[in-house]
C-alpha cells in the first residue's frame, strides 16, 4: 500500500497559484493519484485524479513527474472559497482490496 | 439526485446509550465506508464494505459495528456509546478501488 506524505497546512492569497505536493515513493506500477477537497463542515468532494504527465479539469492541475513518485495539484489564482483541507490518495483505480485511507490532508487557507 | 442519504443529521446521545447512524445510497455501489472526523486527525476509517454480505475492519474499529444486507444500506452501530466516540462521522461509496467516492453530509455525534 502506497503511503502519502503532504504538508500539513498551507497559506495563500488571493489571486496567487497555490501548489501542494504529495509524496508517495512506492506507488505501484498500476496505481492512479487522486486528490479530494474538503470544505468546513461537509465531505470530502472529489476534484481529479491522474496517473502520470498531466491532467487539467475546471477546477484543478495535476502534474505527475515521470518517476510518478509524487505529484503536485495545482489550483490556478485561488480565491477565498478555495480555503478547504486537501487530501492525496494512491491506489488502484478499481476492484481489488485496496481500501481508501484519507489521513489528515493539507489545510489551506487563502487570505484576502 | 443521486447520492448518498444520512441520519441524523446530528445527535446528542447519553454515554452507555445506544444509536445506529443510517446511510443510504442510490448509486448502486459495491464498496461502502464509515468515517470519523476529529480536529487535527484527519478522517479516520471505522469500517467498510466491498460488496453486499460483507465488512471489514478500518483503522479505528473498537466500540462499533456495521452491517450490508444490501447494497443501498450500510448502517453504523455504537453499542454503548463514549464521550471519545464524539466525532464527525461520514458515510461514503464508489465503485471500489480508487474510483472517486461520494461522500454524505455527515453525522455529528456528541455523546455526554
Known amino acids: 500500500l502506497a503511503k502519502t506524505t503532504q504538508p500539513i497546512s498551507m497559506d495563500s492569497y488571493e489571486g496567487q497559484e497555490v501548489n501542494i505536493t504529495c509524496s508517495h515513493n512506492?506507488?505501484?506500477?498500476?496505481?492512479?493519484i487522486t486528490w479530494y477537497q474538503q470544505f468546513p463542515s461537509q465531505g470530502p468532494r472529489f476534484i481529479i485524479q491522474?496517473?502520470?504527465t498531466k491532467v487539467t479539469n475546471e477546477v484543478a492541475s495535476l502534474f505527475i513527474p515521470a518517476d510518478r513518485k509524487s505529484s503536485t495539484l495545482s489550483l490556478p489564482r485561488v480565491s477565498l472559497s478555495d480555503t478547504a483541507v486537501y487530501y492525496c490518495?494512491?491506489?488502484?483505480?478499481?476492484?481489488?482490496?485496496?481500501?481508501?485511507?484519507f489521513g489528515r490532508g493539507t489545510s489551506l487557507i487563502v487570505h484576502p | 439526485i443521486a447520492g448518498i442519504t444520512q441520519a441524523p443529521t446530528s445527535q446528542i446521545l447519553a454515554a452507555g446509550r445506544r444509536m445506529t447512524l443510517r446511510c443510504t445510497q442510490d448509486?448502486?455501489?459495491?464498496?461502502m465506508y464509515w468515517y470519523r472526523q476529529d480536529l487535527g486527525l484527519g478522517l479516520r476509517l471505522i469500517h467498510y464494505?466491498?460488496?453486499?454480505?460483507?465488512?471489514g475492519k478500518g483503522e479505528v474499529p473498537d466500540g462499533y459495528s456495521v452491517s450490508r444486507a444490501n447494497t443501498d444500506d450500510f448502517p453504523l452501530t455504537l453499542a454503548s456509546a463514549v464521550p471519545s466516540q464524539t466525532s464527525v462521522y461520514f458515510c461514503?461509496?464508489?465503485?471500489?478501488?480508487?474510483?472517486?467516492?461520494?461522500f454524505g453530509n455527515g453525522t455529528r455525534l456528541t455523546v455526554t
Open positions: 491522474g496517473y502520470k
Open positions: 461514503a461509496s464508489s465503485e471500489g478501488g480508487l474510483s472517486p467516492l461520494h
Open positions: 448509486m448502486r455501489h459495491n464498496a
Open positions: 490518495l494512491v491506489g488502484p483505480p478499481s476492484g481489488g482490496s485496496y481500501i481508501p485511507t
Open positions: 512506492n506507488i505501484a506500477t498500476n496505481d492512479y
Open positions: 464494505s466491498n460488496t453486499a454480505g460483507t465488512t
